[in-house]
């Protein structure tokens, strides 16, 4: 969990724009239904140039 929280942090440092201008995040949601049940997925993810940064989750 620390480690999630850690890059959480970094993630939104980097969103702040720390070298410049502010750069908004990526955000996708996904809701998946099957006969195995509910799915959901979630990531967000900043970018700049050729790098990107993301942390994705689901359940």
């Known amino acids: 969990m620390k480690r999630a929280f850690a890059i959480i942090a970094l993630l939104g440092l980097a969103a702040c724009g720390a ?4 750069t908004p995040p990526h955000v996708n949601t996904a809701v998946t ?3 195995s049940g ?6 967000v993810s900043v970018g700049r140039g050729p790098f990107r940064l993301g ?5």
Do not use: K
């Open 55 to 59: 942390l994705g989750l689901s359940s």
């Open 19 to 22: 070298d410049g201008e502010p």
């Open 33 to 35: 239904l099957s006969t």
């Open 38 to 43: 509910v799915s959901l997925g979630s990531s």
